[in-house]
């Protein structure tokens, strides 16, 4: 017996010129891989190693993702975007988990862009190294308009991620 539900991330990007004006905003849902759901299954209910640390890339190829997609080709397939401040990719501190959700509000993850390129997607991943290509690929997500901040430009990333449960009908039950 198998009951299938929908799980995923959901994201919300903000992008600003070098003036800081506000130049689109948008919230779109993500794509979990199947290497995520089976991770999250593992660590969460099959006593399997915990990644504690979770950080956001960005891609600029005009990709399409797959529920496929694993770290190891996902950098070089959607062309990992690395030209923002920093040496890593950002770490995405998640709030404790509570009445079902997770997310970053408290700490919005927020990259000074270093160059003109156009922007298509963004993931999750428990590898922090710009280009890595190891680790687990936690969520991958297509803008549903590409964002291009600009040179000084910002980009703002809010991630958040809620799991609900279906009313489910057992054996006896007359509601």
């Not at 995520?36 to 005009?62: D, I, M, R």
């Not at 975007?81 to 009445?99: D, E, I, K, L, M």
């Not at 390129?117 to 690929?137: E, M, R």
Request: hydrophobic fraction near 35%.
């Amino acid at each position: 017996m198998h009951s299938k539900g929908k799980v995923g991330f959901t994201y919300e990007v903000e992008a600003y010129d070098k003036h800081g004006r506000l130049l689109d905003r948008e919230v779109v849902k993500n794509l979990m891989p199947t290497e995520a759901t089976t991770y999250l299954l593992a660590a969460g209910f099959g006593g399997e190693g915990q990644h504690l640390s979770w950080y956001l890339g960005l891609f600029k190829g005009n990709y399409i993702p797959s529920v496929e997609d694993t770290m190891a080709e996902l950098p070089a397939a959607a062309t990992e975007f690395t030209a923002y401040a920093g040496t890593n990719r950002p770490q995405v501190t998640f709030s404790a988990a509570a009445s079902g959700q997770i997310n970053n509000v408290a700490n919005r993850i927020e990259l000074t862009i270093n160059s003109d390129d156009v922007l298509y997607g963004g993931f999750l991943t428990s590898s922090s190294g710009k280009g890595a290509t190891t680790g687990i690929l936690g969520s991958v997500v297509r803008f549903a308009s590409p964002k291009q901040p600009g040179e000084g430009g910002l980009l703002r990333v809010t991630v958040s991620n809620e799991l609900t449960s279906a009313s489910a009908r057992f054996p006896g039950d007359t509601r």
